[in-house]
């Protein structure tokens, strides 16, 4: 179970701070900020931008760029559930439209307890044992809802 | 105590391997290792005889009695099992075998001697071993990588980067991943060995976030090398993570990335090899083709060109996915056909349903039907047929698979991803889905297909990179091979 900071100046300023003088610092920089406060926080935007010259519309641009940066911080638990063609030879859409049902989020979305934030990836680099899914670090194979409900009511 | 061996790669933890290792412990010296890549058969778990390694799986964790009492159904020396023996393994030698963070491990199955060779015989020879070898890019382009290495050592630049396109992201493909997991060293020295030849002095891994393990294992495999005097002053790697963008896989978009920008395409010229990250001479080549250089080096070039076919030399790990009996993967030399591979050495499906199509080489692949089987796996004999290799995944799919779902969803991923530099793509995608839906739903089908055929045209050669240039290939074939889920009769389809 993830544990998120909540927003700190200071604290993210350091993170910044920290990485400002690596070559090509924005994509960690905000791994970092993500990793601590769940997400990029808004607040954080024009901080970055100050630190590595940017314009906060050049680091906006970044932070929506890629699907992985969140803008709010996700649930306890992140559940990624592989969409991509591999898995769905075996199923993944039905599969996906279940545990939908059962959690009863759409993509992106957290369960009303803020327990699990569900969200789509097209591949994990599990094809073989398809279909596949990621619950925070730890990998499924042979993926079927009630798989996932059994492992979901065993971790924290 | 016996020395047994399980897998750490993550579709082996995926199927439960944890648990098995941990019902080993007490009893066993347990080696964590990569996957021989039969996954079928994971979680596996390897006994150390005097006559070789005796394998069992799949394994569950009650299973451990027996395996330790020896009274449990074996499958015999892992290396006679037929998908192994049929194997030649040259880039995953030590992928299974070895503990992907023990160097003394690396160097007793023949690690570090690439690098040692190549120090011996000098950059330039070595480029022409590499040359002679007719090593080709494996990350899908098939560029031929001594080219590129001679252009980059040819350019003046002050400073010089290799780059590792570590960004996996088609569906159907986990070479990288299992290599970075199983034997990452091998990575790392054939970085080194392109450094020495170039003339760089850092290198950089761009490896895709979802693969928390892969990353996990390089850091640590780097944190050995560094530790070890492999890594240093001279040249460094570093690795770097990506944030979801299936388009950082293109190779100018890795590199605006890299910088810190969105992960938009670069119009070339110029070559990343002149003007590559921050604007220095740069390689920028794929993990396989980086971990195989060192074997090139210490097997020697003839025996590597001596395998394959045509002008694909050498050996490719295809990786069977999807709905296949044997997934996993099988690295041989080029040369082998499609059907060989799906049927023969992946057994059919798993479903145990006849097999409809196939699609090779990720998202941007074309879908083949069992007529077309008579494929040899080979650059030049797919791209005669409409279609490509990539980066060697098949995704198996039986007669339950609906083809134009199928073009729907490759316009629809398009969409997702495109990075907005060129509107082919951009826009083109988006339209591409909208017409499908309508030929799906049965309006104006014959305008709506010329329409899309018409629009392929466009994506294909106005687009800037392979994103929207290669989305056409899924999207044709499966209107040229499967007209009647379109619903319509074949021989008006057919163009």
């Known amino acids: 179970m993830a544990v998120y900071e909540p927003w700190n100046e200071d604290r993210a300023a350091d993170i910044i701070a920290a990485k400002a003088g690596m070559e090509g610092a924005t994509l960690p920089i905000l791994h970092s900020l993500q990793h601590v406060f769940g997400c990029v926080p808004t607040e954080a935007v024009p901080m970055v931008a100050k630190a590595l010259n940017l314009s906060r519309a050049e680091v906006h641009g970044i932070v929506t760029f890629y699907h992985e940066f969140r803008r709010t911080p996700p649930g306890h638990h992140v559940l990624r559930v592989c969409r991509a063609e591999a898995c769905q030879s075996l199923g993944a859409d039905q599969v996906a439209a279940a545990i939908r049902a059962r959690l009863g989020v759409d993509w992106h979305e957290t369960t009303g307890d803020g327990a699990v934030t569900l969200e789509p990836v097209f591949c994990l680099g599990l094809c073989a044992v398809a279909p596949a899914a990621l619950l925070d670090d730890t990998p499924f194979g042979k993926l079927t809802c009630d798989k996932l409900v059994a492992a979901l009511e065993m971790t924290p | 105590m016996t020395r047994v061996f399980v897998s750490r790669d993550a579709a082996s933890l995926a199927l439960g391997a944890d648990a098995v290792a941990a019902a080993l ?3 066993a010296t347990v080696v964590r290792t990569g996957s021989r890549g039969m996954f079928w058969l994971e979680p596996m778990v390897e006994v150390e005889t005097p006559a070789g390694r005796i394998a069992y799986g799949p394994v569950s964790p009650r299973d451990v009695p027996a395996i330790l009492a020896g009274t449990a159904p074996s499958l015999g020396p892992v290396d006679d099992i037929g998908f192994m023996k049929r194997q030649t393994r040259v880039t995953f030698a030590r992928c299974g075998v070895v503990d992907p963070l023990s160097l003394a491990d690396y160097e007793a199955h023949g690690g570090l001697a690439g690098l040692r060779t190549a120090r011996e015989i000098g950059a330039a020879e070595t480029i022409d071993t590499i040359l002679r070898s007719g090593l080709r890019g494996r990350g899908g382009a098939g560029f031929p990588t001594s080219i590129k290495w001679q252009t980059v050592a040819d ?7 290799i780059v590792c396109n570590a960004d996996e992201g088609d569906s159907g493909t986990f070479a990288d991943r299992m290599l ?9 020295e054939g970085m080194a060995i392109a450094g020495f030849c170039v003339g760089a002095t850092k290198g950089y891994v761009y490896t895709r976030s979802e693969y928390p393990h892969a990353i996990k294992t390089f850091d640590a495999a780097l944190a050995v090398a560094r530790h070890a005097g492999l890594l240093g002053e001279t040249f460094d790697i570093e690795q770097r993570v990506g944030a979801g963008a299936y388009v950082c896989g293109e190779e100018t978009a890795l590199l605006e990335s890299l910088e810190g920008r969105r992960g938009q395409v670069r119009a070339k010229p110029p070559l990343p090899a ?21 074997a090139i080096l210490t097997g020697g070039a003839d025996a590597y060109q001596a395998l394959g076919m045509g002008r694909s030399r050498g050996t490719m790990p295809v990786q069977l996915a999807g709905n ?7 690295e041989a030399g080029f040369g082998l056909t499609l059907g060989e591979l799906v049927n023969d050495i992946g057994g059919g499906t798993l479903s145990g349903r006849p097999v409809r199509a196939v699609q090779v080489g990720g998202p941007l692949g074309a879908y083949f039907p069992p007529a077309m089987f008579d494929t040899p ?17 098949i995704v198996v799919f ?13 316009m629809e991923f398009c969409a997702a991803e495109s990075c907005g530099k060129c509107t082919p793509c951009r826009i083109g995608s988006t339209r591409g ?22 629009l392929c045209h466009t994506l294909k050669f106005g687009s800037l990179c392979a994103l929207g240039g290669f989305i056409p290939y899924p999207v044709l074939s499966a209107l040229d091979h499967f007209p009647e889920d379109f619903g319509k009769p074949a021989a008006l389809a057919a163009e």
């Open chain 2, 25 to 27: 412990a007490p009893h």
């Open chain 2, 155 to 161: 350019t003046e630049g002050e400073r010089k980067y």
């Open chain 2, 180 to 188: 970075m997991e199983g034997d990452p060293f091998s990575l790392i």
């Open chain 2, 274 to 294: 002149h003007k590559g990250l921050f604007g220095r001479p740069t390689v920028v080549n794929n993990v396989i083709t980086l971990a195989t250089v060192p």
């Open chain 2, 324 to 330: 296949v009996k044997h997934g996993g993967l099988f």
């Open chain 2, 377 to 393: 796996f080979d650059y030049e004999a797919f791209a005669k047929r409409d279609g490509l290799i990539g980066h060697g995944g």
């Open chain 2, 398 to 410: 039986d007669d339950t698979v609906d083809l134009a779902k199928q073009a729907r969803f490759a």
């Open chain 2, 433 to 454: 889905m909208e017409t499908v839906d309508k030929i799906i739903a049965g309006v104006s089908v014959d305008a709506n297909t010329e329409l899309l055929r018409d």
